[in-house]
């Protein structure tokens, strides 16, 4: 399975999963970007970085992992500190890796062990994630690329009926449902996308009025419109974990594109 290219797309979908994956309040989205660089004098690729708009919070650099690697910590290192020597940016950094589980995490790690035990570096094992009984519908995604085959179906549909239940924007809904049939395209190689888009009804998706206006003719206008209100929404319920992080009123209100009085209004405690 392109577990790296899964991962990505689902940080691209709903980014707030990378922050709940490391304990992080999911809204702290609403502040970064999500994206891959390139360092053209070195000739690579950094996947999964997320850039904040605000020079007080970090760098994330985002790291999947699931053929074991002895050089894992060797390669990550190297590729980060060439990035933050190239880059303008002044932040502070945090590197994440995920793992399926701790067997894989086998990469040398006897010169990085300071930088490992610091809060510099987090690992996340997703065998573990089993462990949070509340999920979120991103967690629910990613815990979903290591359920069992002989499970994965039931799950897969539980996860679609949440979404279609929980998520109002028919277009999130819609990338979400494609995701989840990607993963199991992967992980069940012996059914065919037609199959796999039987059992959610995503054939039939595919043929109505909404899917074909959406995501043929104007998807990104669709999407625009669809989640401008939703958009601030978020940004206004991040604004408590901004203010908990050390931001002022003025750097909250540069980093998400707000008005300061509005950020200030948002900021004052509710009874």
């Known amino acids: 399975m392109k577990t790296d290219s899964i991962f990505y797309r689902i940080f691209q979908s709903i980014p707030g999963t990378f922050f709940e994956l490391i304990n992080q309040p999911p809204q702290l989205a609403s502040a970064y970007q999500f994206s891959s660089v390139e360092v053209k004098q070195l000739t690579f690729r950094i996947d999964g970085v997320f850039l904040p708009s605000a020079k007080e919070l970090p760098i994330y650099f985002a790291e999947v992992q699931f053929q074991p690697d002895k050089k894992l910590y060797s390669r990550l290192f190297t590729e980060i500190f060439n990035y933050l020597d190239k880059t303008e940016l002044t932040n502070t950094w945090r590197g994440v890796v995920i793992f399926p589980n701790r067997s894989v995490d086998t990469g040398d790690t006897e010169r990085y062990t300071e930088i490992l035990n610091s809060q510099r570096v987090t ?149």
């Open 123 to 271: 690992r996340v094992y997703l065998d573990e994630l089993s462990l949070i009984e509340a999920s979120s519908i991103g967690i629910e995604t990613v815990k979903l690329i290591i359920e069992p085959e002989s499970t994965a179906i039931t799950k897969a549909i539980e996860i679609v009926n949440t979404a279609q239940q929980q998520i109002a924007d028919l277009a999130t809904q819609s990338e979400i449902i494609q995701l989840i049939e990607t993963i199991l395209i992967y992980k069940l190689p012996r059914l065919s996308q037609e199959e796999i888009g039987k059992m959610f009804g995503l054939n039939e998706l595919r043929q109505t009025r909404f899917y074909q206006d959406v995501f043929e003719e104007g998807k990104q206008e669709g999407k625009q419109e669809g989640r401008q209100e939703g958009k601030q929404e978020g940004k206004l319920e991040t604004i408590p974990q901004l203010l908990a992080l050390g931001l002022s009123i003025e750097q909250i209100a540069q980093a998400l594109g707000l008005d300061e009085q509005l950020v200030r209004q948002a900021a004052q405690p509710k009874f």
